[in-house]
């Protein structure tokens, strides 16, 4: 594991202790202008062209001021851009197990990658070997188990889409740093959007169950399949089913929530 050294002055100081490990994918060109941008005190728009901003944005537009504790670049270098006692920037708006405040308990890791705006590019296999040696590191030097690791788009649904579906959220699992559910049962569909009552009401208790901020209602009746579960749905399938990232839920998607709901209660 090569870690090298790339301080940003983005960050302050966590509130809380650390409990997760966000992954993401930093969805530009390149590790180089991913790690000028965690690094910058200062960011503009006219310093980091793409396809996300407007062809007509002032280039002097203020940017948000971002970091993270780790970026993975293309050959597998891990770059250490904060140190992991301190707070960085890159969870955003997000919550989690009904918490928001991510940034305080997370351990942040980048990996360089273009991400949906450049087409989904692979994951190297370097890459993902070095992402898995310092989870590993990280999960044990903080006694952490494997199911505190989630990825950006599981705590902000609907917002974020990283890592994406290209991702390989399996290959983690059998290397022990992540989870990965029974996925045994049919392709039937289940639920979808604009569906209401008790089935909606119970796949929401169960998203909430796994840790995403689904919503709540007072009774079977008034539970509605909205925009934001469809967008917790499409959050999911990116991680465990990314074959079929549609927001439809099916008879495998239900098998798969229950037993890793399953598997997290064996663990309390
Ligand atoms: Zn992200």
Not at 67 to 91: L, T
Not at 205 to 229: N, V
Not at 242 to 263: F, M, N, Q, W
């Amino acid at each position: 594991m090569k870690i090298v050294d790339r301080p940003s002055p983005n960050f302050d100081v966590r509130k809380t202790p650390i409990d997760l490990v966000v992954l993401h994918y930093t969805g530009m060109k390149d590790a180089e202008t991913a790690l000028r941008r965690l690094t910058d005190p200062a960011p503009k728009a006219g310093d980091y062209p793409g396809p996300w901003q407007a062809p007509d944005i002032d280039p002097a537009t203020p940017l948000s001021r971002v970091s993270a504790h780790y970026v993975v670049d293309e050959a597998g270098v891990i770059h250490r851009v904060v140190a992991e006692k301190d707070r960085a920037w890159h969870a955003g708006v997000a919550m989690w197990e009904g918490r928001d405040d991510i940034n305080s308990r997370a351990i942040g890791i980048e990996i360089a990658n273009g991400g949906h705006d450049y087409g989904l590019p692979p994951y190297t296999d370097a890459q993902i070997t070095a992402v898995i040696d310092l989870v590993a590191d990280i999960l044990r030097r903080n006694r952490l188990t494997p199911d505190r690791v989630v990825g950006h788009a599981d705590i902000a649904p609907g917002r974020k889409d990283d890592p994406g579906e290209h991702f390989p959220w399996k290959r983690l699992a059998e290397a022990g740093v992540s989870i990965w559910p029974d996925d045994d049962a049919g392709a039937k569909v289940v639920s979808r959007r604009g569906d209401r009552g008790e089935r909606v009401h119970l796949l929401h208790a169960m998203l909430s169950a796994f840790g995403y901020d689904a919503p709540e209602e007072e009774s079977p009746a008034a539970a509605l399949f909205s925009e934001r579960t469809e967008a917790i749905v499409r959050a999911f399938q990116q991680r465990f089913e990314p074959h079929a990232v549609d927001g439809v839920v099916r008879e495998s998607t239900l098998a798969k929530l229950d037993s890793l709901i399953d598997d997290l209660d064996d663990e309390d």
